[in-house]
Structure formats: C-alpha cells, structure tokens
C-alpha cells in the first residue's frame, strides 16, 4: 500500500512522521515520489492550486512563497517549502538518494540545480502559453517552446551514455522526471529525444514512481510516449 494512503495514525497512535502539502503538479510530484522511494509514513494534504488553496493563512505558515509542495516533519518540527531544498532534505535525513562521494555529490547538485533553475520554470510558462492562455500570444509561445526544446536537448545529449542523470537513480532523476511526464502538454515531440524515452520509460516502471504520481489523488496512469 502506498505510505499516503495509510491512516493518518500509525496503528499504536502515533502521529506520522511527515505532513506533506501538495497538489497535482511537477513540483509536488517530486516530494510524494520522493518520499514513497525512502517509505518514509506521510500524510499527503491536498492543496488546490486552482482553487486559490495555496494563498490560505494556515497554509502560509507553512509555506510563506505560497506555492506547492511543503513539508512539516513531526521528527524535528522542520517546516519546509522549495522542492528542491526539501528533496536534499530528505536526502540527508535518510542518507539515501544522493552520491556520497564528493565530485559526484556536487555533479549531482549542478543538475538538481538546473533543474530548478531551468526545465521547472521554463517547462512551466510553456504549460501556461501553449495549453492554458485564453488569448495566445505567438511570441511567448515560441519563445518557451524553443527553450524547453533546447532544455530537452541538453538532457537527451547528457543521457546519451548514461542510465541515469547521475550515476544511479537519485533526487535528480526524481526532480527532472515529474517535468518530462508533462511532455504532452509541452507539445514536445518525444522521438526527437531517444535517450530521454528511455530514461523515462524505465522511471515510470519503479513502483515508488507509480504510487507517488498519484498524490495527493489518482489522475490516471503515467503518460508513456507512443514511439
Ligand atoms: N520553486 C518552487 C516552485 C513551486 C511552484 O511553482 N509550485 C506551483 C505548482 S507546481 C504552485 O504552487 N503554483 C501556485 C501558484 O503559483 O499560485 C519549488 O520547486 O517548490
């Protein structure tokens, strides 16, 4: 059974270790798929973005950005926002998911990091350009479009002699997949990015992938590229 979906006890009373605030999306995937990886006990909170959940005073505290996802972790009383800060969290708490030796650690930090600093942000205005805007508008369309293509292909290239972005499956895998099941709504043509389909497909097998893309409630299965 998936740790989410457990009580919110554990059968002696005890309160789950980790509160987790999130929603439907690439970033708050993360943290679900991140957790159920570690079997770390949670309890997922559905905060609905769309709805204008996210701007509530309770939640605030939490989560003063006011974005999706955030943890409180009972173990500490750690509240935490940013997924990235949150999956190194988890990280060390565990001492799992990250290389341990030095160069690989900080190789691993570089993509975690331009995963932060580029396919989430980019891969976000071309979800808002290319399916949401009611007016369109070809300019910004194109202009993200172009740069979540090139984001593509700098990982297609990276993963061309590699399994995983570093060494074996860690957070970096787990903070870039979320993005790349949105390839649909990218409009991204995934057969111009073979080593990406691979990666991706053999992702989208693991069982902790599965449960976590479900949280914080079922949206049907992963998206499998028709190649
Ligand atoms: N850098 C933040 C970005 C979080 C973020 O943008 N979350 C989105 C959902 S994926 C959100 O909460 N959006 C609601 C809003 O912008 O009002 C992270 O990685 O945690």
């Not at 290389?99 to 396919?119: E, N």
Request: glycine share 6%; with cysteine; proline share 7%.
């Amino acid at each position: 059974m998936p740790c989410w979906l457990d009580e919110r006890l554990h059968t002696d009373g005890r309160k789950k270790m980790i509160d987790l605030y999130t929603w439907t999306t690439p970033n708050g995937r993360k943290v679900s798929i991140a957790l159920e990886e570690l079997g770390l006990a949670y309890t997922a909170h559905a905060i609905d973005i769309t709805q204008g959940e996210q701007h509530k005073p309770d939640f605030l505290t939490v989560s003063p950005n006011a974005k999706i996802p955030a943890i409180v972790d009972h173990d500490n009383q750690y509240s935490m926002m940013e997924s990235g800060a949150i999956l190194l969290y988890l990280s060390e708490k565990t001492g799992q998911l990250m290389p341990t030796d030095k160069s690989r650690y900080w190789q691993a930090m570089q993509w975690l990091m331009w995963q932060m600093a580029g396919p989430g942000p980019m891969l976000g205005q071309v979800h808002h350009f290319t399916k949401f805007n009611p007016d369109k508008s070809p300019y910004a369309q194109a202009r993200y479009l172009k740069e979540g293509q090139r984001l593509y292909g700098v990982l297609d290239r990276h993963l061309q002699d590699r399994q995983f972005i570093v060494d074996d499956y860690s957070m970096v895998d787990i903070a870039v997949w979320p993005w790349i099941s949105r390839f649909e709504w990218q409009t991204i043509n995934m057969n111009d990015y073979p080593n990406i389909v691979r990666w991706y497909t053999t992702i989208a097998e693991r069982p902790a992938v599965q449960s976590g893309y479900q949280v914080p409630k079922p949206t049907g299965s992963i998206p499998i590229p028709a190649t």
